[in-house]
């Protein structure tokens, strides 16, 4: 079966930083792009940051409120991704979802992220 798990979520202050990843298993993920999502209370679903399959040279997009605070990273051999998440504001409270592949997406349960004073 195919899963994606996330670890790492919690709480932190306005201007810290964590790390959230995310672990597949049941498939060869090397071929998928994969990509972190979040979804606020209300809101719709975003997408955060998103890796490139490892034939794309680890190509990277990164949404513009993610640009520069967020980095996503891939371990390929391990199917995992990374999002380091620094200098947090508390509008980065959210769940944040890992997925894979465009069609089918997988998509991971959640973890959430508070960033609270």
């Known amino acids: 079966q195919v899963q994606l798990v996330e670890t790492g979520g919690g709480s932190v202050q306005p201007g810290g930083s964590l790390r959230i990843s995310c672990s597949g298993s049941g498939g060869d993920f090397k071929m998928l792009a994969m990509a972190w999502y979040r979804q606020a209370p209300g809101n719709e679903r975003e997408l955060v940051a998103r890796?490139?399959?490892?034939?794309?040279?680890?190509?990277?997009y990164y949404a513009d409120f993610a640009e520069g605070r967020f980095t996503i990273s891939r371990d390929y051999a391990e199917n995992t991704v990374i999002l380091e998440m620094n200098m947090m504001r508390p509008e980065d409270t959210a769940v944040y979802y890992c997925s894979a592949g465009i069609s089918p997406q997988i998509w991971g349960r959640g973890a959430q992220v508070t960033v609270s004073s």
């Open positions: 890796m490139g399959n490892i034939g794309s040279g680890g190509a990277t």
